[in-house]
């Protein structure tokens, strides 16, 4: 099973600023990795699959980027709704896909 | 609009069974595959099934497998998840999830889930 392992923990950034979220797996998933958005309360949302392809109707301040075991997902200029726990996913190697344990972005 | 609507979560004791439902709609149900994800606080997120768009074929994550059944109605546009011999460990929100793919191909990445449906094992 594939370990997917995300920093920071915890993000605390301003109105404005960008932020760089890492994912790193415990092996090669190629591009096969996406990155989701939760807000409490609510289900996890789609933003970013194949590493850098954004989802029907994500704006474009987040990106993707990365291949191999590092992948990263960029807020160009944070916004106050993007406060969330970010998730990363593979699809490379399965059953099982997996997720990563998260990092939380405060604004 | 895509609306996925979960039911059938609750308390139950170990070793007993509960069905979860996933009511589909605002798209052609039977041309995608459909999962089962779970979020416990715990263990977070967990890829739990998946089924083809047309009920032949299915996956699960080895923690389930044997206890777990997926299925579908494609003519009710309903999935269904059937849990036999829960653990504590199951304790979790579980949400029905979209694949992205419309060509019945397992990409296995989520675009649209649920509101989730929290079921508690525990005596």
């Known amino acids: 099973e594939i370990v997917l392992t995300q920093s920071p923990a915890t993000l605390s950034l301003s109105p404005g600023e960008r932020a760089t979220l890492s994912c790193r797996a415990s092996?090669?998933?190629?591009?096969?990795l996406a990155w989701y958005q939760q807000k409490p309360g609510q289900a996890p949302r789609l933003l970013i699959y194949d590493t850098s392809n954004r989802a029907t109707g994500i704006p474009a301040r987040f990106s993707g980027s990365g291949s191999g075991t590092d992948f990263t997902l960029t807020i160009s200029s944070l916004e106050p709704e993007d406060s969330a726990v970010y998730y990363c996913q593979q699809r490379s190697n399965w059953p099982p896909d997996t997720f990563g344990g998260g990092t939380k972005v405060e604004i | 609009q895509v609306q996925l609507v979960e039911s059938g979560g609750g308390v139950v004791q170990p070793g007993r069974s509960l069905r979860l439902s996933c009511a589909a709609s605002?798209?052609?149900?039977?041309?995608?595959?459909m999962h089962w994800v779970r979020q416990s606080p715990g263990k977070g997120l967990e890829w739990v099934a998946v089924?083809?768009?047309?009920?032949?074929?299915?996956y699960y994550a080895e923690s389930v497998k044997g206890r777990f059944t997926i299925s579908r109605d494609n003519s009710k546009s309903t999935l269904s998840l059937q849990m036999d011999r829960l653990r504590t460990e199951d304790t979790a929100v579980y949400y029905c999830?979209?694949?992205?793919?419309?060509?019945?191909?397992?990409?296995?990445?989520?675009?649209?889930w649920g509101q989730g449906t929290l079921v508690t094992v525990s005596s």
């Open positions: 605002g798209f052609t149900f039977r041309s995608y595959a």
């Open positions: 092996q090669s998933v190629s591009n096969y």
């Open positions: 999830a979209r694949d992205l793919d419309n060509t019945g191909y397992y990409y296995r990445y989520f675009d649209y």
């Open positions: 089924i083809s768009y047309d009920g032949s074929d299915d």
